[in-house]
Each structure stands twice: as structure tokens, then as C-alpha cells.
């Protein structure tokens, strides 16, 4: 056996108990939310085939993929001109399986070999880990969770109104109160484009603007007239970046601009129906405000996102006191599942990126002290007989739902004491010999270092 | 993108809703017990280094470890020789990182790697898949979750005591009564071999009667044989495969069959003390009985269990009123993280088996019907105007905590009707005409077909 020192791979993480029992206070908040607006968990397998996830992903993604070797002999199908074609043609000879890259393109598969047996509209949450080979830096890893929420089998936008509010009761039980909630649609985009005269353009168009936050209305602008976009409409574009007013005076100007637009028109169109649809459900996110004083809710037309499958809708969600990319965002599709063959599916969908919610959290102290877990409370021993006489009493506090834990040797009191400190368990019991003798427990709160008297029972009731 | 029909990789799953409602089931009852004992989660990478696994499972084990790939041109650090040498060297050149193939070895890696932070005794659980190259066959897969619990850094056997109430108690939770906790000790295993004249032969004679139960006392006769082990030897064994009596009369013909070995000393020592550990903890696992009338708790010698580093007590969980293998199992080991160059770590530590124990639970239809998750409620619309009815309703049925959904479109009544019968949602509102000009809603339980007529607020208070 080696004895080399270990490590992990470049990119991955452990996480310790204390980083877990946070972690699942947001995957727990998020689960629920998820629950109440009807959708259900689905969890799909570590390995796809290669098959399936390549060609889904655009050229860079296929790089990205985590491949696995054929198990055995993984050489015996490969002919000397397959090693000579290099590693890209062998990769197809050597490995059949991948790692998942997202959620997306296994729930389209999902649904895809399920549709006989699914009920649509078929509400589906996931959240499991993705990989990578991303070159790591702060904040981007090898393997991370993904946290979607999808519905496919409706085109109905109360689906988009829902997502909203899931966005919203989300961050909002999390305990934030400074986020916006932007939304697009593509549509709009789209009769953008055809209003300033390069109409079909708006592909090249959304991949500039959604690079306003990033360089700047100068730097769109040249990659605007890099990717061919005429100096004149590229003119026209830019008073759209500094709409202003509340979102029904945006709606109004948009109009205005792109009403004669088919597409324009679609997206005004819809837009208004999730504002309706969030008016009759009295969402909090049209009513609430964030510090500067500004809608929770915002219209925001140069919200591009880049994936290109998105089709209507768009949503990206930015806390605003702290220095933090999206954490959310999403958008509605008219053909996910159109890449295995089965057309016309229409859906929308949406996630949380939790290790970016985890970082805004932690930075604003948001994590409730509650969602420590672990024991309540230490036995702590002295000796062969305080230990015979916790033992039962151990039991006695566990049959009440407590969790306890007796320190398993006598050893040193402040060995014992540091311990229940490093697992920041809140109390401690000594069962000395005095304490046996009155039958009076001596249990000392590890936070205040107050310590009072009590019997068995009086402990229990305390701690319950 | 391709078109083909999509497949997931052989000896993988994907788990729908009311699958994932049921596994969560298990995992948290399994969850809450550990926290009850005061163990705490971890979690580590699906991926890890190579090296770290290679040489932990054996030749065997090496071989179902599945690979991946180096990303970008992963050719290049190779020479025609490197593929000339065939698959096995080659893997070596190509391959840098594995998927975690059980918890333990990752475990044991965690541990050397923060053995300065870690406070010990160190109690962690871990639930996470783990994946296996191996032939998939019915009930065996390639991706499949481990479910352990492990404490290192205390010899006390009080941990060994706590482990059989764990078993105890998760498999009481899940509604099982007749099973069976069979314990030995590799002490005693190695006492008997010196008692019948072949000392330092216990791994020998373990591997034969462990498979006891599949081949037969012929079967290991022939085995041991085979391996080596006198004929003597091997007739003064076979008694042992049939003690009876209760723990205690086993426990005292043991005293007179090893009490003269040191290894037996030592096994018969452990043993005893766990059992006084049980009786101050006024076990479960010792009052007990299963249906045969046997104690639930077992002393059987017979019990080896496979894998080589266990040096002290051992356990094995066998459910006796259905056909299934072992559904957790566990034992003490002396030097785990030796193999990563930190010695004299002393551990104990089990698992369950989550496939097995929710095949056990499906045959016995110990699953409980509050373990479905999903909306309470569906609300059924009929038209534009109903849907306007309905979203407030909806608002204010999610506000009182109750997971409820309007279906998204006008669809056909007898669609919603079957769209809520799909999902399990116990009951419907519908809202007609009718309906909204009286105030009155109608609520209909899908289970009994019966239909009654309320407010909203009758309505929530009746679902709450």
C-alpha cells in the first residue's frame, strides 16, 4: 500500500460537518419551496452515455465533459491508426460514459424515455452534483451542485409567475432583502433587433449586450460593429440600455418601440401576462422594494443569457449588498427535448446556485445558529462509575429525542470539555461522585458557562 | 445534435418522484438516528486521486475502479511504448482520477488530511453513491448509494454498544421486527484457530465459513481443506458451527474452548463488555426477540465477514422474514488510515445497505403513505375566469404552509382529475360557475371519490 500523502483532485472539495449542516439548511429551504409549488424530486444517474451528452454543450462544453475509460481492456477495440489520429478521435474508441455536466440535458433524456409513463405537465426539481474540468479558480470548481427546478408539457406563463415567486420565497426565507429580480424575454430581443433594422440578428445582438455588466456600452458597441451590426442601428440600440421608470412605464415605451414588431409583440405580450398573473397571486415580488429603493421585480431589457435554447421568458437574480454573480436565473424553451427526437415540448425552468448563495450568506451572516446540528448535549465521565451511572440516563435522553452523547472514555475533563466545544455541542452534564451521590446533575450551558443543579428529568424538560 | 434514442449506462438508475420520496424516507430515518448518537455528516468528492485508491481493494477491487480520462490531449504525455504495454500501464499515462469506489478509503484519506483540525474522537456519517465496474445483475448496480457511520480515535467498546442500537433503532423506525444483529470478533475467530491447532490461520478459515451459509459445512470442509488446514483440525472446528443456547451459555463453552488463547481472551473480553454496555443501556437489541423466538442480538462464530482490516468485534444485520443478503454490516479496524502513513488510529464504523432495506420494505409494505410527498391540493379551472378565482386562493393556500397547485391550463375536467391521480395529490378543489357565485368550493377527496362543499378558510383548516 502507498503511503504517499494524500490530496484531492484539483477543483474538488470535502465538506467538514459544520459546511454540510449549512449547506442542507439551503438545499432544505430550497426543497421545500420547490414542494409547494407542486414540483417533485427526480435524480438521474453520476454517468451518462457520451453519447448523450456530447454535441449538447456547443464544441467548448464537449472539452469540459469528464470522460471514463472502458472498463478492462479498453485497448482491444483501438487499431494503431486510432492512437495516431490523436486524443480527441480516441477518446471515442477508449470511453462510452461521461460525467454529468448540468441537470438540463438529463432531465430532456428523462423525460424522453419516460414520456409514455410521465403525466404532463410534469413538474420536476433536481439537486445533485455536476462536473466540470473547467480550469479552477475562486468560486469555479470541478464538481459543484446544481439545484433545477423544470416544468415541460405546458406553454401556460403562470409557470413563469410561479418561478417568481419560488425566486422570491427562496432568498426571502433565506433571510435576504436586498435582491432584484430581473426579467426579459426573448421575444423582446428579438423585436429589438427587427426595430433597428437587423432583424434575425439578435443572436449576435444578446451575445454583445449580455456583456454590458462586464465591459461596459463602449466595449458592446465595438463588439457590436465587430460582429457586423450596422453603426446606425447599433445607435438606435443603446438608448434601450437606460430605460427608466417602473416596469409598466418600460412595458409602455417598449410598445411603442417594438409593438409593430411580431416578435416584440409576443414578448410584450407575455410579459404582461405574468404581471397579471403575479398581481391575482399578490406576489411579494412586485410589492417589495430593494434598498435603493428600487422594484424587486425589474424589466430589464438588456438581459440576454447565453444559453441558446431559451425562447421566451428569461430571469437572472442578483443580491445587491453584496459582490456576488447571479445566483439564480432561467428561462423558458421551446425544444429541449427535441435533441432525442421528441419535438414540440415546450417547458421553463430555472436554478439557484448554491455555492454562490452559501458565500452570500456566510458574508452577511445570515446562517440561523439553529441550523447547527449535532448533539445537544455531553456526558462528561470521570471514572468506571459515572460512567455505569450515565449510561442509563444517556438512554433516558435519547428515548426523549435528544441527541447526546456520552464522552466514550474517562479522560480528561478539559479534554473532554474542549471536545463538546469543538462540535459546538451548547451543554454539558459532570457526573462526579457528588453528583451521584444527591442525584442532582450538574449542567453547565458551554455558551454562558453558567452551571446549575438539576435531576435527570429536570434536564430533559430543559433541553426539550 | 444527434438523434438517437437515449439509454442511461448499464447498472445505473434513474429514480422518479415516488421513488426518490421513498429513499429519502430511509435516509432520513437512518440520518436522524446517527445525529441522535452524535455523529455528524461529511462528505467528500465522487472523484479522487488514483492513487489514493489504487491498492486499497485488492487486485480485484483495482479493476472495478472506474477511471477517468484526462481532459484536453491527454496523448500527449505518452510514448508509443506507454500504449505498447497494454491497457493496464497505459491507464497509468491517460488517467489521473477515479470515482470513489466506498466511503471508507475517502474517509480515511479525510482524516490523515485534517488530522490537525479534527477533534477526536472523530464520529462522522456519510451518505453518497459510490460506483463499482462491476457485472450488473439483479439487485447489483454500478452506481449505488453507501450509507456509513465511523468512529475513529477511541478503543472504547462503548462505540461498538452504540453501534448495535443504531441497527436497533433505524430498523425498529422503519417498522422491521424480525431481524437479526449477528456479532463475533476477529478475536475469537483467531482464538479458535489456535484452539484447534492452527494458530495464525484465522484468514484462511475465515474466508471458507464465511461462505458457511452458501456452500454449506461440506462446502467449507472442503474449502479448508483445501486451503491447508489439517483434517484434525477442521473436526475439531465443525462443532463450533452449531453452538446453541443463549449469548451467555455460548459465551461461557467459549470460555472453556479459547479461554487459554490470548486472541480468544481478548475476543471474550470485548464481547463481554459490549453486552454490559447493552445492559446499562437497557437495550432493545438484548429484551428483544424475533420471530423464531431466537434473541435479537446473536453471538455467532461463524460470522467472519470479508474484508481484511477488521481486527476487533464485527457485526451483521440479516432480516429473517424475507429473502435477502445481509442489509448492514460493520466491525472495528485497528490501523484504517495507516494506509495513508498515519498509524495506530483505532476505528469502529458500519453501514447499511439502502437497496436491500428498500427492497425490504417494498416486499413488507412497511412504507408509509405520509412518506409521499408532492401537493395537497390540486385546484381544477374551468375557464379565465375561474383561473382569476383561483390564483388568490392559491396565494393564500400556500401561505398556510400547504403544498398546493392550479393546473396551468383550462385542460379537460377528466385530464386535471387524472393529472391530480397521477401525482397522489390526496384532494381537488373545483372551481365552476357555480362555485365562485356562491363562495362555496367544492373539495373533493380523491381517495374516497366523496365531495363537499366549503369556504376556503374551511378548506385550509381541513388540510392543515
Same mark, same amino acid.
Given at each position: 500500500?502507498?503511503?504517499?500523502? +494524500? ?13 454540510? =449542516? ?15 409549488? *407542486?414540483?417533485? #424530486? ?15 454543450? @456547443?464544441?467548448?462544453? !464537449? %472539452? ?17 491508426? &486510432? ?22 440535458? #438529463? ?21 445533485? +452534483? ?42 426571502? &426565507? ?35 449586450? !449580455? ?5 461596459? /456600452?463602449?466595449? =458592446? ?31 409602455? /415605451? ?40 428600487? %422594484? ?15 425562447? @421566451?421568458?428569461?430571469?437572472? =437574480?442578483? =443580491?445587491?449588498?453584496?459582490?456576488? *454573480? ?35 450568506? !456566510? ?8 441550523? /447547527? ?9 470521570? !471514572? ?10 444517556? %438512554? %433516558? ?10 464522552? #466514550? ?11 463538546? &466545544?469543538?462540535?459546538?455541542? #451548547? ?38
Amino acid at each position: 500500500m502507498s503511503k504517499e500523502k +494524500p490530496s484531492i483532485p484539483k477543483g474538488t472539495r470535502d465538506f467538514g460537518p459544520a459546511v454540510v =449542516v449549512k449547506r442542507n439548511y439551503i438545499f432544505g429551504v430550497i426543497k421545500r419551496t420547490f414542494e409547494k409549488f *407542486g414540483y417533485l #424530486p427526480l435524480e438521474t444517474p453520476a454517468m451518462e452515455q457520451l453519447s448523450v451528452l456530447t454535441g449538447k454543450y @456547443g464544441d467548448e462544453g !464537449d %472539452q469540459l465533459i469528464f470522460k471514463i475509460l472502458n472498463s478492462g481492456d479498453f485497448l482491444n477495440k483501438t487499431k494503431p491508426e &486510432d492512437i495516431e489520429q490523436g486524443s480527441k478521435h480516441l477518446t471515442r474508441k477508449i470511453s462510452e460514459k461521461a460525467l454529468r455536466y448540468d441537470l438540463t440535458v #438529463p432531465f430532456a433524456r428523462f423525460v424522453v424515455m419516460n414520456r409514455n409513463e410521465i403525466t404532463f405537465p410534469f413538474k420536476r426539481y433536481q439537486i445533485q +452534483p455536476v462536473w466540470r474540468a473547467d480550469r479552477p479558480q475562486k468560486g469555479r470548481y470541478r464538481e459543484f451542485y446544481q439545484c433545477d427546478a423544470d416544468v415541460v408539457g405546458t406553454n401556460s406563463l403562470l409557470c413563469e409567475a410561479e418561478i417568481v415567486q419560488m425566486i422570491n420565497g427562496v432568498l426571502t &426565507d433565506l433571510g435576504l432583502t436586498d435582491f432584484t429580480i430581473k426579467i426579459n424575454h426573448r421575444g423582446i430581443l428579438a423585436g429589438i433587433a427587427e426595430a433597428i433594422g437587423e432583424k434575425g440578428r439578435e443572436g449576435d445582438i444578446c451575445v454583445a449586450i !449580455d456583456k454590458l455588466d462586464k465591459i461596459g /456600452q463602449e466595449g =458592446v458597441r465595438k463588439e457590436l460593429l465587430e460582429r457586423g451590426i450596422s453603426e446606425e442601428a447599433v445607435t438606435k440600440l443603446e438608448p434601450l440600455y437606460n430605460l427608466s421608470g417602473t416596469n409598466e412605464q418600460i412595458l409602455d /415605451q417598449l410598445q411603442t418601440i417594438l409593438g409593430e414588431t411580431a416578435e416584440g409583440k409576443r414578448g410584450l405580450k407575455d410579459l404582461r401576462e405574468v404581471w397579471n398573473y403575479l398581481q391575482a397571486l399578490q406576489s411579494e415580488a412586485l410589492t417589495s422594494k430593494n434598498e435603493s429603493g428600487e %422594484q424587486r421585480l425589474q424589466l430589464d431589457v438588456t438581459l440576454a443569457r447565453g444559453l441558446s435554447y431559451y425562447t @421566451g421568458c428569461i430571469f437572472e =437574480v442578483k =443580491v445587491n449588498n453584496v459582490s456576488m *454573480g447571479s445566483i439564480s436565473g432561467g428561462g423558458r424553451y421551446d425544444n429541449l427535448t427535441g435533441m432525442f427526437g421528441m419535438p414540440d415540448v415546450s417547458g421553463v425552468g430555472f436554478s439557484f446556485g448554491v455555492d454562490r448563495i452559501y458565500d452570500v450568506l !456566510d458574508e452577511l451572516q445570515l446562517f440561523p445558529t439553529s441550523s /447547527q446540528e449535532g448533539s445537544k448535549v455531553l456526558l462528561v465521565q470521570f !471514572d468506571k462509575e459515572s460512567e455505569q451511572y450515565a449510561l442509563p440516563l444517556l %438512554q %433516558q435522553l435519547r428515548d426523549a429525542g435528544i441527541s447526546a452523547e456520552l464522552y #466514550p472514555e474517562a479522560a480528561k475533563l478539559k479534554k473532554q470539555m474542549s471536545y463538546a &466545544d469543538q462540535k459546538s455541542i #451548547p451543554y454539558v452534564v459532570l457526573i462526579g461522585s457528588e453528583e451521584i451521590a444527591s442525584g442532582k446533575l450538574k449542567l453547565r450551558n458551554m455558551q454562558s458557562g453558567e452551571q446549575q443543579d438539576f435531576t435527570i428529568e429536570e434536564i430533559i424538560s430543559n433541553l426539550k
